[in-house]
């Protein structure tokens, strides 16, 4: 009886929504202001919680299609990872955002830093349901060869390194299948540069601005705000090109393995370095009896070997980056309402709408006189105990929190422009 209350409920408030929507909208579209925007934070592999919030808020209907009408929907990032439906997810916001489309409103998938850790291969949160859901009848065979691919590679590198053979016993054999279970080989194709969903992904910016609404990840820290928005998506998508461009070359050399994990690639790296400046051994840089062209051509490949592992420094790495920075959840009242203050000047944004940082229990939060929206509440319910699944809507000035059984204003457009001195 209560589960049927529930929908019930939901329902009757689904439809409040669209209503509620659809006569706003016209109004706007009259007046030429922003549509309707709903936005919703981290999803980590739960695609039925997504679904759940956005026909809760008009986006979509029971059956997943669009049914926002013109309205703009905006996810900050963290779609994968932790939670079991990694594919599942990226194929409904792929097909959304194509849907969306062609009704005249529009989808908007952010980059999280768990999208950028997949790509650039740091897989420690995915879960072992997200790999089994790209099992197919030939991810045995392929983990058969990639298995003795790894071993003939680690054979080979050891020898070119002056080491001993590697012991690639039964005890290491089992926890290498261990480490790269069943759907291991297709998922991490998948999100590779020529991957169906790292092409997508690569695609996809890092941060949005809808007329003074800046959306994103985590935060922009005045350490980087000297950069525009357009400077900040820029630099975040050359970093995985020039970091796809480093795999394909150390590929080619034999130093990695494309499929190389970011601990493998890290590792194998470094290997290469230590022994280029302790043993190194010129005959591979020769070209003929020119030895001071063959002392270059070695300086250049570890001053290039040093510039790959600068990576953990890079804007898309780096702690106050726009997809890492927690400051805007963690900053005391009074020196974060200073620094918000800069930032949003230095972008004419009256609003950061952020997620990475979860809000469990509380919901959305407002913070800073409404300069910034904390929208990450633990929609993943089953890894976070205490979350809530929600969306965020601005509509007309209006922040409104869309809960499964209830709605709350958070800021009223008089009383924000108010409390921001406007």
């Known amino acids: 009886m209560a589960a049927r209350k529930h929908a019930l409920l939901a329902s009757a408030l689904a439809l409040a929504l669209t209503i509620w929507h ?12 922003l549509p309707r925007i709903v936005s919703v934070g981290d999803v980590h592999g739960d695609l039925e919680g997504l679904k759940s ?62 999208e950028v850790m997949n790509m650039m291969g740091d897989l420690r949160y995915v879960s072992p349901r997200s790999y089994a859901s790209f099992i197919d009848n030939k991810s045995e065979k392929r983990r058969q ?23 690639l016993s039964e005890a290491w054999e089992a926890q290498w299948m261990k480490d790269h279970p069943l759907g291991y080989v297709e998922r991490r194709q998948a999100f590779d540069r020529k991957g169906s969903y790292g092409k997508w992904l690569r695609r996809q910016p890092a941060i949005a601005q809808l007329g003074g609404y800046v959306f994103l990840h985590a935060g922009i820290s005045t350490r980087f705000s ?18 796809d461009s480093y795999r394909e070359h150390l590929d080619g050399l034999g130093i990695i393995l ?49 510039g790959v592992l600068g990576y953990g420094s ?5 702690p106050a980056g ?11 009242d009074e020196d974060g309402a200073q620094l918000i203050q800069e930032i949003a000047q230095a972008y004419q944004a009256s609003a950061f709408i952020v997620g990475h940082t979860p809000q469990l229990q509380e919901g959305i939060q407002t913070r800073f ?13 089953e890894f976070y105990t205490g979350g809530t699944p929600s969306a965020l809507e601005i509509l007309d000035g209006r922040f409104t929190a869309i809960y499964p059984d209830r709605l709350q204003t958070l800021l009223a457009p008089q009383a924000l422009l108010a409390a921001q001195g406007q």
Not at 157 to 167: T, V, W
Not at 369 to 381: F, P, Q
């Open 53 to 114: 919030v956005l026909v809760n808020a008009g986006i979509i209907d029971g059956q997943g299609n669009w049914a926002g009408g013109l309205s703009i929907f905006v996810q900050t990032g963290d779609l994968i990872d932790r939670g079991p439906d990694d594919k599942a997810v990226l194929d409904f916001m792929i097909d959304l955002q194509k849907k969306a489309k062609q009704a005249g409103g529009q989808v908007i998938s952010l980059l999280g830093n768990h």
């Open 369 to 381: 006189e409404g300069r910034v929206v904390l929208i990450d509440t633990g929609l993943h319910a």
């Open 322 to 332: 726009p997809l890492w920075f927690r400051g805007y959840a963690e900053w005391e």
């Open 22 to 33: 659809d006569t706003f909208a016209a109004a706007a579209a009259s007046r030429g202001t």
């Open 226 to 243: 000297e950069l525009s928005i357009q400077e900040l998506n820029k630099r975040i998508q050359n970093e995985l090109r020039v970091f």
């Open 145 to 167: 060869n990639l298995f003795k691919d790894t071993v003939k590679h680690l054979k080979r590198r050891a020898k070119s390194l002056k080491q001993e053979e590697p012991d």
């Open 314 to 318: 890079w804007f898309s790495m780096h």
């Open 258 to 306: 494309d499929s190389f994990t970011l601990e493998e690639f890290d590792q194998a790296v470094r290997a290469e370095l230590d022994f280029q400046e302790t043993e190194p051994d010129l005959r591979p840089f020769m070209s003929g009896t020119d030895m001071a062209a063959a002392r270059a051509r070695h300086r250049q490949h570890v001053e290039f070997l040093e």
